[in-house]
């Protein structure tokens, strides 16, 4: 499985597109915690990643733009009449063929 160049620009370009937007952080801690939901504002992007200010603790932090791809966090985002999901691009799985 790859992440192209090209996936990782879209998805800037999406969260680039919605800075200062309320966002819904969903983090998975382990296998035996409960996710952890946490509310945010998207400060900033960059190459690499996004950068959020956290509501309660009136701190930052900062995500991978592959953290999406991986499922490692979810994000949604506050579109006025409720939070929905970020659209992410698809990510094709490209299997190599075996000879037999």
């Not at 791809?69 to 929905?84: C, L, P, Q, R, S």
Request: hydrophobic share 30%; proline share 4%; glycine share 8%.
């Amino acid at each position: 499985m790859g992440i192209y160049r090209s996936e990782i620009s879209d998805l800037r370009k999406n969260i680039g597109d919605n800075i200062g937007q309320r966002i819904i952080i969903k983090e998975s801690p382990g296998k035996r915690s409960k996710p952890l939901e946490k509310a945010a504002i998207i400060e900033n992007t960059y190459k690499d990643y996004f950068r959020v200010k956290f509501e309660e603790a009136n701190r930052i932090g900062s995500y991978n733009y592959t953290d999406l791809f991986t499922k490692t966090i979810e994000v949604k985002i506050d579109n006025g009449n409720g939070y929905e999901p970020i659209i992410e691009p698809q990510v094709e799985i490209k299997r190599r063929k075996t000879a037999v």
